[in-house]
Structures are given as structure tokens and as C-alpha cells.
């Protein structure tokens, strides 16, 4: 059977698989942590009387479960990130020789083991702290970081048009965002219905089928070089063992003065709003389970459904702005705006109708992702896609999971007096990527210019990796 081109059921597969366990893992961890705290079953109900006690007794102990969850997240996210962001540089980079399927298909097989950990934990009631190790064990196939940078490098093998490499790039932001808006919502009642475990075993089952069609019907857009039988090992071991080492190196080595001033502003935008973004989102579950709001689970899948239709909405600006004729920049600007529109709104929320209502002015805030990815694979060479999309994520990674462990270490410092100080200092952080975009505007560099090709800036010069580029893949 002749495989197909499309990544798109891989993403969408992996949103809703992942979406159907993220939302519940918090609140696994903060019925558990409360349970061992307060030596009392977690009182759960459909309102908010959970909470609602004004003894000091009680709001003491939501308060030692919020610094306890938030610190459980922090080392989770701490143990995690360098292993993570290692095995996602190396194997993007690989990607560019190897083939994109192994960076999509391993962080798969990383995920599976994380769920059945989750499940194993779960049914047995096992030390809730195990959880973080299997967080570690799966952060060894690469996790998130090497699933998107995969997808986005495969992207754009497919992709000549520089407009088509943008929305179908939007499209994939918009899928994940459309399948975790659903399985969000599933979460809170399946929850309600079944408890932890079923969940856990569907997300489970969807990484299997997706798993199966990652490796058997997906088809390879890179074509790996052929190599002699007698000789081939030793030469291709060097050989990717220094693609890897050297890739990221060439991509602004080669490249010419402007072209790296370019892709360094572009970089500093996507991580700083990355930090800022990811790192305040992150909390939400958290402070809706805390005083004043104290969701139900119910509650939370409709908060957290309605947090991922930004995706949607996002796509649908990226889509329109670009058929109007807007300016990538000016995309991108209007998105940081609404990233800190809401962080404000997010500050002064207290009560559940404001909290549905704070996601409104960010409904754009997804927008500079999928632009800023598709403006820098604009100017870095085709046979170079695999080391930009590698360190992209790596950076990615390193950014986003920094961002949560600094949140979550905010965040457990002033839950007490300030819970929602994160948000205010997430909207402040925001003020780093529009100084930047700033700067962008005022030296009149012109980023949709596609005259100028990282290959021209090769004029002969020695090569640190000369032996790795005579033997690039042919890209389909």
C-alpha cells in the first residue's frame, strides 16, 4: 500500500490523546497530595463548597496543596528538560539524513510509555511521585519539542510556496488546538463518570492507532543517500555523528551577515513570547482549582476547551490577515497584544464568569507561532529545514519548560498573598518580544524578502562539515 503525505491525523491523534491525560494529570496530583496532606478523601462536588469554608484550618491546607502541586510540577518539569532537549536536537538534526518519520514516531512510543505509567500509578495507587519519573524515562524519546519540529521539517519538504508553508504550518497549530479543545471537554466528564483510570486507557488506545499509522501508512519525504555495503558503516556513523554536532552550526555559518541578524531577532521573538506565553498558561488549571474560583473538574475541561479554541481562532486571523495582504510583522504584533491583554485580564479574575471571559481578547495569541516559524524556514536553505526545525524546538523546549519551572517556583512563593501575580508578570514579560519586533521594524529589514537565499551566502569558503554536505538527501 502506497503510504500518504499527510502529518495532519498524526497531530490531530496526538492532540487528543494528549490532551485527554494533561488536564487530568494536576488534578490526579492535587487529589493525591491532598489526600497524603490532610489525611481525608478529596471533597469533591459540583460547586464550589469544597472551598467555601472560612475555617483557617481549611484554607491553610488548600494553600499547602497549591505550593505542594506547584513544586511537584516544578521538579517534574526540571527533570525532564534536559534530557528532552538533548534527544530533540539530535534527532531533528538527524532528520535532515535520517528522515523525518524517526523524530515523529519516537517522542510517539515516549508518550505511550508516559501513559501507561499514568494508568499504572493510577490503578495500583502507587507513590504519586513515580510520575516523575516516568516524565524523565519519556523525555528520553524526545517528547513534544521533536514531535513538532518533526512535523513542521516534514511541512516543509512538502511545501515550495512560502504562503502555503505558512497556513498549512497554521493548520497544524489550529489542529492541536481543535483536538485538545475536544478532549478537554471529555476530560471533565469523563472524569466526573469513571474517575482517572478510563481516561488514561482511551488516550492509550489513541496512541497505539496513531503509532500504527506513524509507522505503516505515513510516507518518508526524505530520500536517505545510498551508501557501499563494505564501507558504509563506519562512514555513515561519522558522518551523522558530525550532521548532528555541525548541522546548526552551517545553518548560520553559511548564512550571510543579514541573513543571521534576521534569523537571531526572529528567535529572540519566538523563545521570549514563548517564556512568557506557556509559562503563564500553565497555571491556569492550577489557580481555577484554588479560592476564589475552586472549578470543578467539569468546570475546567469547559475552561480548558475554550482556552484551545484560540488555536481555531488563530488560524482563522492567520488566513484572513494573510489573504488581505497584512504584513507577517504586523501578525505577529497583533498577536503579542493579545497574549498581554489577556495576562492582564488574567490578574484581576475573580469569578467564573470573568474567567471564561478573560479568553476573548485572546483569541490571536496563537498567531505568532506558526508565523515566525514559516518567516525563518523562508530564509534557511531546504537541505537545511531538519537543523533549523531541531533547534527551533530545542530552543522551544528549553524556553517553555524553563518557563514553567519558574512560574510554578512564582507561583508557590505568592499563592498566599498574590496568586495571581504570575499573569501580571507574564503580561510585563510580553514587553521583551515587542521591544525586539521593534527593533525588527526600525532597521527596515524586510523578512518576506525571499531574493536573498542562505545559499548565496556560500561563496566557497572551507566547510567545518564539508564531508556531511557532499552527502545531503535528496528532499521529495
Not at 501507561?116 to 502507587?126: A, D, G, H, N, Q
Not at 524556553?399 to 498566599?416: I, K, P
Request: overall charge negative; proline content about 4%; charged content about 10%.
Amino acid at each position: 500500500m502506497k503510504g500518504l503525505y499527510l502529518v495532519e491525523p498524526v497531530v490531530a491523534l496526538y492532540a487528543f490523546s494528549s490532551f485527554l491525560m494533561y488536564p487530568l494529570i494536576q488534578q490526579y496530583v492535587y487529589r493525591r497530595l491532598w489526600q497524603e496532606l490532610t489525611n481525608s478523601t478529596f471533597p469533591a462536588s459540583d460547586n464550589i463548597s469544597r472551598c467555601a469554608e472560612p475555617s483557617s484550618n481549611q484554607s491553610s491546607h488548600h494553600e499547602e496543596v497549591q505550593r505542594q502541586a506547584s513544586l511537584f510540577s516544578l521538579y517534574s518539569e526540571l527533570l525532564s528538560t534536559i534530557p528532552s532537549m538533548i534527544v530533540t536536537l539530535m534527532l531533528v538534526a538527524y532528520s535532515d539524513r535520517g528522515g523525518r518519520k524517526i523524530t515523529i514516531i519516537m517522542p510517539l512510543v515516549g508518550t505511550l510509555i508516559y501513559t501507561v505509567s499514568l494508568l499504572t500509578v493510577s490503578f495500583f495507587e502507587l507513590n504519586v511521585y513515580l510520575i516523575i519519573g516516568a516524565s524523565l524515562l519519556s523525555s528520553l524519546f524526545g517528547g513534544l519539542g521533536s514531535f513538532l519540529g518533526g512535523c513542521f521539517a516534514y511541512i516543509a519538504d512538502l511545501c515550495e510556496d512560502g504562503r502555503q508553508k505558512t497556513m498549512r504550518m497554521a493548520g497544524v497549530d489550529m489542529m492541536i488546538g481543535l483536538l485538545s479543545g475536544v478532549a478537554s471537554i471529555s476530560t471533565g466528564y469523563f472524569l466526573n463518570a469513571a474517575g482517572f483510570n478510563w481516561p488514561f486507557l482511551t488516550s492509550i488506545l489513541c496512541q497505539i492507532l496513531n503509532l500504527l499509522y506513524a509507522i505503516f501508512v505515513l510516507e518518508e519525504t526524505v530520500t536517505k543517500p545510498q551508501a557501499d555495503a563494505n564501507s558504509a558503516d563506519s562512514v555513515t556513523q561519522r558522518s551523522t555523528l558530525k550532521q548532528m554536532i555541525c548541522g546548526v552550526y552551517e545553518m548560520f555559518a553559511r548564512a550571510s551577515s543579514r541573513t543571521r541578524t534576521v534569523l537571531a531577532l526572529l528567535i529572540l521573538i519566538f523563545t521570549s513570547l514563548s517564556f512568557a506565553y506557556f509559562g503563564g498558561i500553565s497555571l491556569l488549571t492550577l489557580y481555577e482549582l484554588n479560592k476564589p474560583l475552586c472549578w470543578s473538574e467539569i468546570l475546567i475541561g469547559y475552561g480548558s476547551a475554550l482556552s484551545f479554541t484560540v488555536f481555531l481562532t488563530s488560524f482563522l486571523g492567520v488566513m484572513l490577515l494573510t489573504y488581505f495582504g497584512v504584513p507577517q510583522l504586523a501578525i505577529v504584533l497583533i498577536g503579542i497584544l493579545s497574549i498581554m491583554a489577556g495576562m492582564i485580564l488574567l490578574t484581576f479574575t475573580k469569578t467564573t464568569l470573568m474567567m471564561f471571559l478573560v479568553r476573548l481578547p485572546m483569541l490571536l495569541s496563537v498567531m505568532p507561532f506558526p508565523v515566525l516559524r514559516s518567516m525563518m524556514s523562508k530564509i534557511i536553505s531546504k537541505a537545511e529545514q531538519g537543523s533549523l526545525f531541531a533547534f527551533l524546538s530545542f530552543v522551544e523546549s528549553l524556553t517553555t519548560n524553563t518557563s514553567v519551572a519558574v512560574f510554578n517556583s512564582v507561583y508557590s512563593a505568592t499563592v498566599a498573598w498574590y496568586p495571581t501575580f504570575v499573569f501580571m508578570l507574564a503580561a510585563m514579560l510580553c514587553l521583551v518580544p515587542l521591544i525586539v519586533l521593534g527593533v525588527v521594524l526600525l532597521v527596515g529589514v524586510d523578512v518576506t524578502n525571499e531574493e536573498e537565499k542562505p545559499e548565496a551566502a556560500v561563496t566557497g569558503e572551507e566547510d567545518a562539515c564539508e564531508d556531511v554536505n557532499d552527502n545531503e538527501p535528496l528532499l521529495k
